[in-house]
């Protein structure tokens, strides 16, 4: 929800976001909680835009000019996505919340760093694991050592799914001269800081990424068929189902042994409409990627603003004035305010 518009022949990418997107505001909307039936729905979106992440990255940047600018660049135009809207939604609440907010946690709210934290905009949790996925693409990028650390970051996340007398490094107490030794004490306090204070950088999560990085890259590197679109769609569809019905349709997120499957699963449903599209079979056209431009203010501005409409205008009409209030919100916020920001962002920036 918060990466640059794609080309315009991938428009099927925004208004699968803008579609995403509302998908999390109909979960947090009181009123329309029974009508779903236990169906959550934003957990399902939050699984699509972590995939989404990973493949609009390969698109996006797979072709810019090498050199050691090119990080520095990406990550210019991810703050500059993210930060300034973030920061005008969190304003009137860090305000109004000022004498709650504990020592030191102000900076953890602005800067959004990727930590554990109490998030005054509850779905700005995601944004830390953004960041995170943001932070080690950047360094991909970087010319000569961008392979070692794509390579590197991998390995350290499908450590996590080694068996638990390898991960944490059992086997190697039968061998005398390492026992209690300095090996088995690195790689068990490597292990242990990786998973428990890095969890936003090396966690089950980050496969949902390297799933969208896998299928953007196949998009970027091999001309899309209709034969091989209609293939990935139909098989990535059966795998999503799957894999809801494991989670009880949404209502619990998968566990780290499920994401592998749920990842491959939208990875491949997102590849084949991509695909599909980019074959001439439908154009979403400039709507899908007008409305997919709504979808990172639709996202971060709608429950601060259902707190608000919900205190002003109690009961049925109020519940109105929210799903209605946080779409007008997000055309405002998205045409007046965040497009020409960042235009004029990215018109100061020697990188852009």
């Given at each position: 929800?918060?990466?640059?518009?794609?080309?315009?022949?991938?428009?099927?990418?925004?208004?699968?976001?803008?579609?995403a997107?509302?998908?999390?505001?109909?979960?947090?909307?009181?009123?329309?909680?029974?009508?779903?039936?236990?169906?959550?729905?934003?957990?399902?979106?939050?699984?699509?835009?972590?995939?989404?992440?990973?493949?609009?990255?390969?698109?996006?940047?797979?072709?810019?000019?090498?050199?050691?600018?090119?990080?520095?660049?990406?990550?210019?135009?991810?703050?500059?996505?993210?930060?300034?809207?973030?920061?005008?939604?969190?304003?009137?609440?860090?305000?109004?919340?000022?004498?709650?907010?504990?020592?030191?946690?102000?900076?953890?709210?602005?800067?959004?760093?990727?930590?554990?934290?109490p998030?005054?905009?509850?779905?700005?949790w995601?944004?830390?694991?953004?960041?995170?996925?943001?932070f080690?693409?950047?360094?991909?990028?970087?010319?000569?050592?961008?392979?070692?650390?794509?390579?590197?970051w991998?390995f350290?996340?499908?450590?996590?799914?080694?068996?638990?007398?390898?991960?944490?490094?059992?086997?190697?107490?039968?061998?005398?001269?390492?026992?209690?030794?300095?090996?088995?004490?690195?790689?068990?306090?490597?292990?242990?800081?990786?998973?428990?204070?890095?969890?936003?950088?090396?966690?089950?999560?980050?496969?949902?990424?390297?799933?969208?990085?896998?299928?953007?890259?196949?998009?970027?590197?091999?001309?899309?068929?209709?034969?091989?679109?209609?293939?990935?769609?139909?098989?990535?569809?059966?795998?999503?189902?799957?894999?809801?019905?494991?989670?009880?349709?949404?209502?619990?997120?998968?566990?780290?042994?499920?994401?592998?499957?749920?990842?491959?699963?939208?990875?491949?449903?997102?590849?084949?409409?991509?695909?599909?599209?980019?074959?001439?079979?439908f154009?979403?056209?400039?709507?899908?990627?007008?409305?997919?431009?709504?979808?990172?203010?639709?996202?971060?501005?709608?429950?601060?603003?259902?707190a608000?409409?919900?205190?002003?205008?109690?009961?049925?009409?109020?519940?109105?004035?929210?799903?209605?209030?946080?779409?007008?919100?997000?055309?405002?916020?998205?045409?007046?305010?965040?497009?020409?920001?960042?235009?004029?962002?990215?018109?100061?920036?020697?990188?852009?």
């Amino acid at each position: 929800m918060t990466d640059q518009p794609p080309p315009p022949r991938l428009g099927a990418l925004e208004f699968g976001r803008f579609l995403a997107a509302s998908f999390v505001v109909i979960t947090h909307l009181p009123a329309l909680a029974p009508a779903l039936h236990g169906l959550a729905l934003g957990p399902l979106a939050v699984q699509y835009f972590f995939v989404l992440s990973g493949f609009v990255m390969v698109v996006a940047h797979h072709a810019d000019p090498p050199g050691w600018t090119r990080p520095l660049a990406f990550w210019w135009r991810r703050a500059c996505r993210i930060y300034p809207l973030y920061w005008l939604i969190l304003l009137p609440l860090a305000l109004s919340g000022w004498h709650d907010i504990p020592p030191g946690g102000l900076w953890r709210l602005v800067s959004l760093n990727p930590a554990t934290y109490p998030d005054l905009i509850p779905p700005a949790w995601t944004l830390r694991y953004e960041l995170a996925f943001y932070f080690m693409f950047g360094l991909c990028l970087a010319p000569g050592i961008g392979r070692y650390v794509l390579g590197l970051w991998m390995f350290s996340v499908l450590w996590l799914y080694l068996p638990p007398e390898i991960r944490w490094c059992t086997w190697l107490t039968g061998w005398h001269w390492m026992r209690g030794g300095l090996v088995i004490r690195f790689l068990a306090t490597a292990n242990v800081y990786l998973v428990r204070t890095s969890n936003h950088f090396v966690s089950a999560w980050e496969v949902l990424f390297f799933a969208g990085l896998a299928a953007g890259w196949v998009f970027s590197a091999v001309r899309p068929s209709r034969l091989a679109g209609g293939a990935a769609l139909l098989l990535g569809a059966l795998l999503c189902l799957h894999s809801l019905a494991i989670s009880k349709w949404g209502v619990d997120y998968p566990n780290e042994l499920h994401i592998p499957l749920a990842a491959l699963g939208y990875a491949l449903f997102l590849y084949g409409i991509v695909a599909l599209e980019a074959c001439g079979l439908f154009r979403c056209g400039k709507w899908g990627v007008r409305l997919g431009a709504m979808s990172y203010p639709l996202y971060i501005a709608h429950m601060p603003l259902f707190a608000l409409l919900g205190w002003l205008l109690p009961g049925h009409a109020g519940s109105l004035a929210m799903f209605a209030g946080a779409y007008l919100a997000a055309m405002i916020l998205t045409f007046y305010i965040d497009r020409p920001l960042q235009r004029a962002l990215r018109g100061i920036s020697r990188f852009s």
